[in-house]
């Protein structure tokens, strides 16, 4: 807040006692911690008088989610009318610009040379008499509260097209959770959102653990439940066909109050970023770690990333392009339990040697790539 309050923060009460006052986490304009501990804690009208906590813990603040303040009887999920609609692709043929529709969007707003020319509420748009063949046109899909989708592919009137980039941030509470076989409990999520349901990711390096969620973070003005990882275990992300994964930022916090955990993997590669917000921090939920990797190579059907030191807690950020995927996600050889194998040693992205490679993990072994498939 850039205007403060006094110190006792709230005046008398209206017409009742209050039942609670309460704050967490308050920053000012700059994000430093504002002092609270003068706020008041006693009120009184009409000869009562109650006494409360003016200043919530981690723990209390935790319980006042979306859900659990506005949900009520009827289970409403305003933040799914919130949610970013899947951005669309168009196409163009004699002039007529048209795109597949998308139950969740509301509209779609028509833009030429990135300046607003309309909207419409069916999949299509005829393109003015007199158009420059080099004028752009994009179109967003808006969703029921009015907000924008990604921008879509640019299209000319005669036909040219660019390659179509999409966006999308999936969190804890826009997905739904599974167990895939073998292990012990849910470690497959899988976006429910529309348009990306084909979209996924599973903790893939241990078989007893589950995806779990963290405390709620603040990225780009909007709260976001987040996954909360295990130390050290290896996680696939599971792309839709004929996408490639270019950027994937990783927005989160360490689980810990006194040492940052790292990302040390991702697609193969040994990285070394750390996640200096940890729990401990004043204001570590407006102020989350944000790590950003662009991939070097096509990245088409999956990836993997893994985390180590510390416990994670996290959203994904990822940016994809559509492309003629060979669904490959990296250019390795195979390692089956036959006997015919490569008699050379096995290591893992560490370095250590592997005696018993895991199903779906990638290993070094004389020089070459490899992931694991059990037969």
């Known amino acids: 807040m850039n205007i403060q309050p006094t110190a006792a923060g709230w005046g008398d009460p209206m017409n009742v006692v209050p039942a609670l006052f309460a704050e967490y986490n308050s920053v000012d304009g700059n994000g430093n911690p504002i002092n609270l501990s003068n706020r008041r804690s006693s009120y009184t009208k009409d000869n009562q008088t109650v006494y409360i906590n003016p200043v919530l813990s ?11 303040v506005l949900g009520g009887s009827d289970n409403w999920q305003p933040d799914q009318l919130a949610q970013q609609v899947q951005t669309p692709k168009i196409s163009v043929n004699n002039g007529i610009l048209s795109w597949s529709d998308n139950p969740s969007a509301r509209c779609y707003a028509i833009f030429k ?33 009015g ?11 005669d036909g040219g097209s660019f390659s179509t980039t999409e966006s999308f941030i999936f969190h804890y ?42 405390q709620d973070i603040t990225y780009q003005g909007r709260t976001y439940t987040t996954y909360k990882n295990s130390n050290g275990a290896t996680n696939t992300f599971y792309l839709p066909k004929n996408k490639k994964a270019k950027k994937i930022t990783l927005i989160g916090y360490s689980n810990d109050e006194s040492t940052a955990g ?6 193969g590669k040994n990285v070394s970023y750390p996640f200096n917000a940890k729990v401990s921090d004043s204001n570590f939920q407006n102020n989350p770690t944000i790590v950003s990797y662009t991939f070097e190579d096509e990245v088409c059907d999956q ?62 072994q004389n020089g070459n790539k490899r992931i694991q498939v059990d037969k």
């Open 173 to 214: 509470d826009n997905g739904s959770l599974s167990q895939d076989n073998g292990y012990t409990g849910d470690n497959h999520w899988t976006c429910t959102t529309s348009g990306a349901t084909d979209y996924s990711w599973a903790i893939t390096g241990r078989t007893d653990k589950s995806i779990l969620n963290g």
């Open 303 to 364: 990836f993997t990333f893994t985390f180590s030191t510390k416990q994670i807690c996290f959203i994904i950020a990822l940016e994809t392009e559509d492309c003629e995927c060979n669904n490959s996600s990296v250019d390795c050889m195979l390692i089956t339990n036959d006997k015919e194998n490569d008699p050379h040693p096995i290591y893992d992205i560490y370095g250590r040697i592997v005696t018993t490679p895991i199903n779906g993990h990638i290993y070094i």
């Open 147 to 157: 907000g924008l989708s990604s921008i879509s592919n640019a299209v000319t009137s």
């Open 262 to 267: 790292y990302l040390t993997e991702i697609n």
């Open 113 to 145: 040379n990135n300046v607003y020319v309309g909207n419409t509420t069916g999949t299509q748009y005829t393109i003015p008499a007199g158009t420059s063949s080099t004028d752009e046109f994009t179109i967003r899909a808006a969703n029921s509260m």
């Open 58 to 68: 981690a723990s209390e603040a935790e319980k006042y989610t979306i859900a659990n």
